[in-house]
């Protein structure tokens, strides 16, 4: 507490919940673009927000990425002690390495935390007919029910070309990114600096207006680079999320005050 206070942060944290527009603003010192390390600090103190979020019992929701890969890693037993914990990833498969994935998120998550999780099969690319079908398995839908009545969500927020190519995006669409000027990416959907969407990942699960029924909402990102990512986004999000970042964004956020 004493460094934060004598480096400021805290001050720094006040100033941007107030220009971000959001619930509350945590900044880790460093910046992850240098220092893996702070990605780390980054997935510890989501892991800390996460804890003071809990309830007895609680339903999860969570995206891919490796902020969130490190987030897991850092819940605790502790946390589940006591209470019910459930793991669902928000959105269906939407192109990453297995390791980055929410269900293997989700899975980890539950193992360090003694809860419990589910699944959701949904390849990347599907067409309408077979999407339409996926809509009518019981054991999809079964857990898309459960991601409905998630409380908590957990997400990363990425920059948006770092993102299409991540995901390996068709040329057509990535055409469309370019020319939108998409800066920001969340949950699947792409955001100019204007904050509105100018393209969706088809998929199913969390559709960003359900963002608004959630209890809690707890957005992961750092890096001088993702800096105007997180902004783009952020103008459109709840006015409840809760930001976790470090310095070398929140740095960039001030310069464009
Ligand atoms: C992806 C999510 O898995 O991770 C994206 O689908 C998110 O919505 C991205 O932006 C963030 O990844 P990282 O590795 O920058 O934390």
């Known amino acids: ?69 490190c987030t897991a890693q850092m819940l605790t037993r502790k946390m589940g002690e006591g209470r019910k914990m459930l793991f669902v990833p928000a959105r269906g498969g939407i192109g990453e390495d297995v390791k980055n994935q929410a269900n293997v998120i989700c899975a980890t998550m ?13 390849p990347d690319q599907v067409g309408r007919e077979a999407y339409e079908s996926l809509l009518k398995e019981p054991t999809i839908t079964e857990v898309l029910d459960i991601i409905n009545s998630s409380s908590i969500v957990l997400h990363g927020i990425g920059d948006a070309i770092t993102m299409a190519q991540r995901r390996r995006t068709e040329e057509s669409v990535m055409k469309i990114i ?28 969390m559709q960003i207006e359900d963002l608004e029924s959630k209890r809690y909402v707890i957005a992961a990102a750092g890096g001088k680079s993702k800096a105007k990512a997180i902004k783009s986004y952020l103008k459109s999000a709840p006015t409840k999320t809760i930001l976790i970042t ?4 929140a740095k960039e956020f001030l310069k464009g005050a």
């Open 178 to 205: 370019v020319e939108e000027n998409a800066v920001g990416e969340a949950f699947g959907y792409y955001f100019n600096e204007n904050g509105e969407i100018v393209h969706k990942v088809p998929t199913i699960g």
């Open 246 to 249: 470090d310095e070398g964004a």
């Open 1 to 69: 507490e004493m460094m934060r206070e004598i480096s400021g942060i805290n001050l720094i944290e006040e100033q941007l919940t107030e220009i971000l527009g959001i619930q509350k603003v945590i900044i880790v010192p460093g910046d992850s673009d240098e220092t893996n390390f702070v990605k780390e600090e980054i997935g510890k103190a989501c892991a800390d927000m996460l804890a003071s979020c809990l309830g007895k019992e609680n339903i999860i929701a969570v995206t891919g990425g490796t902020t969130m890969a």
């Open 110 to 122: 539950a193992e360090k935390t003694g809860g419990t999780h589910r699944v959701l099969y949904v």
